[in-house]
């Protein structure tokens, strides 16, 4: 955890200024995504240690949040490159590696639904089988089972700028009857 504290460390330090002062965004974001890449090789040789926590990674991450948001840049593409998504962006590279090593943990299994779910990944639509609708008031919900585990996912469509698809585990006990008036 060392190596990945002197990182953080080493972040802090850097020259902002200086990277502020690119005019060309598209080298800003190449600059910024070495930043990430180097962040990803680092965890994922750490990761192999037998004694690494991910518990430990994410409270070292939350540690530096408000020094990092604080950082003096701001890219040119400020919707990817921006101190404010940093923390976010660090743990999500975390959190995929490992998921990928628990992934890999586990190859015997039937599926790997429980897997995405706990680490908020798409499961696989191939397995799928649409089995139901249901709402919450305020989302309208297809639910889905898991031809190969029998896991039951919800989708619906955010309501964000993007209204990207979003899939949830199915919580039966919220919603028994599968099916409400969303009207």
Not at 35 to 51: M, P, S, Y
């Amino acid at each position: 955890m060392d190596k990945i504290k002197a990182f953080l460390l080493h972040l802090i330090q850097k020259d902002w200024v200086s990277f502020n002062k690119i005019d060309n965004g598209l080298k800003q974001s190449e600059l910024y995504n070495e930043i990430l890449d180097d962040f990803k090789k680092l965890v994922q040789i750490e990761a192999e240690n037998e004694n690494f926590n991910f518990s430990e990674l994410y409270k070292l991450i939350k540690s530096y949040k408000n020094e990092i948001s604080e950082l003096p840049f701001m890219g040119k593409f400020y919707s990817l490159v921006n101190p404010m998504l940093l923390t976010g962006q660090l743990t999500k590279i975390a959190e995929e590696i490992e998921f990928h090593l628990e992934k890999d943990n586990l190859k015997e299994a039937v599926c790997d639904c429980e897997i995405k779910y706990k680490y908020n990944q798409i499961p696989d639509v191939t397995h799928l089988d649409k089995v139901g609708f249901g709402c919450d008031g305020y989302y309208n919900y297809i639910i889905y089972e898991c031809s190969k585990c029998s896991f039951k996912w919800s989708s619906y469509k955010s309501d964000d700028s993007a209204g990207n698809t979003v899939f949830e585990k199915w919580n039966e006990k919220e919603f028994p009857d599968n099916k409400r008036n969303c009207n």
